[in-house]
């Protein structure tokens, strides 16, 4: 197996193309306009039982254009970068926009708040892998795994996955801003067996900026082999009220919850129960949640955000207070405030990490539940209702006792985030999140 050739375009290329395209639309008669290209390229690799099942190159490129005829929008995309397709695009946007009603909160951001440094964040570095060498990593990843452990009689597969790309965007009041990243993942899932033919699968992953800061093939398949191993022999519990530990990889989810509340989309919609929350004591003071754009490496670094505003550090919840929300210029118009630098989204959205260990954790809950996985998406954003199913481990005396499987936990996201008791020292960063374990009062747990 050897690497398939690739191609791609730097970024002087991707800023003339954006700039033509801004150029077309000023011609075709647009009142304002902005323009996003990019480009990527990647590899992927999958191998199950030691053998190769899966190679896949992919390369994409894209551009996307929207016009404003005073404030009525279109927009449109293509993927071919001729002169003619970009002529066609703009006039397909100006199309859209001549039957669109005006709308007064359209428009691009205002320029005052545009990016006007753009610091190295060291967020690219390519990896220049070939298939054999990446299927050797995945497959020394589930090896790993299953030679942990005899129990560990079958596997999902070790994946390897490297990608990077690079996208420019401007607009017509002179932004014109550029990026260039890479990301890197490993991951393994296996299935473990017990005596009676019980079976269990779990998996482990790590993703980052630089290949070279991936934990070791073997690290992650012995923890996936460990994490499916420890869940052998799982059985349900009685329904009952009791604390809930969300492990750290699970807890992320919280904060992805928080995040969609105080989203604009969601808040000019009315449709989240923290609309009008600002400045409400929402969780303990022990708790700050913040956002930082500007860090190194992050998988969510970036400093600008997609309208070219400039983004920064910043506290969304500082000693339990909802200090901010997530907005972009549309949203934040419509909510008479300034945009947060968030059109596209947070950036790397972290809760602050406390003191204790997990067990420590476990010692201060004494009984209950330890989450280790949620299943399905039982939310209510409306009304901040929580019901999912869970999988984990039954806790006495701050220890584990056995694990458990096929039960629900339910309560309401305002009183979860009440009930943050404590926030654990084990900070997980395996995405645009960073979380560590959480542990909550108390919740319904239904079971048998």
């Not at 000023?26 to 099942?53: D, F, H, M, N, Y």
């Not at 990446?134 to 390897?160: K, Q, V, W, Y």
């Not at 482990?204 to 630089?210: E, K, L, S």
């Not at 290949?211 to 059985?235: C, K, M, N, V």
Request: with cysteine.
């Amino acid at each position: 197996m050897s690497q398939a050739p690739h191609s791609t375009l730097d970024t002087s290329v991707l800023t003339q193309i954006v700039d033509d395209m801004l150029h077309l639309a000023r011609e075709q008669g647009a009142s304002a306009a902005e323009a996003s290209a990019s480009t990527g390229k990647g590899l992927s690799v999958t191998v199950r039982l030691g053998e190769v099942e899966s190679i896949e190159y992919h390369q994409d490129k894209g551009l996307g254009v929207t016009v404003y005829l005073g404030q009525s929008k279109g927009s449109a995309s293509t993927s071919d970068f001729s002169r003619k397709a970009l002529s066609e695009t703009v006039s397909a946007a100006l199309t859209i926009a001549r039957h669109t009603a005006a709308d007064p909160f359209a428009g691009l951001a205002d320029p005052e708040l545009f990016a006007k440094t753009f610091p190295d964040l060291d967020l690219y570095h390519p990896w220049s892998i070939d298939a054999d060498s990446a299927a050797d990593l995945a497959r020394r990843c589930e090896a790993a795994a299953r030679e942990s452990d005899p129990r560990i009689h079958n596997s999902e597969g070790g994946s390897l996955g490297t990608g990077e790309g690079s996208s420019v965007y401007g607009n017509s009041l002179g932004f014109m801003g550029s990026s260039r990243s890479s990301r890197h993942s490993l991951s393994c899932s296996v299935i473990a067996e017990d005596r009676n033919g019980g079976m269990q699968r779990d998996y482990w992953y790590d993703v980052a900026r630089a290949a070279d800061a991936l934990a070791t093939p073997e690290t992650i398949g012995r923890t996936a082999a460990q994490r499916a191993l420890r869940r052998l022999d799982a059985r349900k519990v009685a329904t009952t009220k009791a604390p809930v530990l969300f492990e750290n990889q699970v807890a992320s989810s919280l904060i992805g919850h928080l995040a969609s509340a105080i989203s604009g989309s969601s808040l000019y919609r009315k449709s989240s129960f923290l609309v009008d929350s600002l400045g409400k004591q929402l969780f303990p003071e022990h708790v700050r949640v913040y956002e930082e754009p500007l860090r190194r490496r992050g998988l969510g670094s970036c400093s600008f955000d997609g309208e070219g505003v400039a983004t920064r550090n910043r506290d969304i919840v500082s000693g339990g207070v909802l200090e901010g929300y997530i907005l972009d210029s549309y949203s934040a118009r419509k909510l008479n405030m300034k945009t947060t630098g968030n059109a596209g989204g947070a950036h790397n959205l972290t809760l602050q990490p406390g003191k204790a260990s997990l067990d420590e954790l476990l010692h201060q809950m004494g009984h209950g539940l330890l989450v280790t996985e949620l299943i399905g998406f039982g939310i209510n954003m409306v009304t901040g209702d929580y019901s999912r199913g869970a999988a984990g481990f039954w806790v006495e005396h701050g220890e584990i006792q056995y694990p458990v499987e096929e039960i629900t936990i339910a309560g309401t996201l305002q009183g979860m985030f009440q009930g943050m008791r404590a926030v654990g020292n084990d900070l997980l960063i395996h995405g645009n999140t960073g979380c560590p374990s959480i542990l909550i009062d108390e919740m319904m747990i239904a079971g048998d």
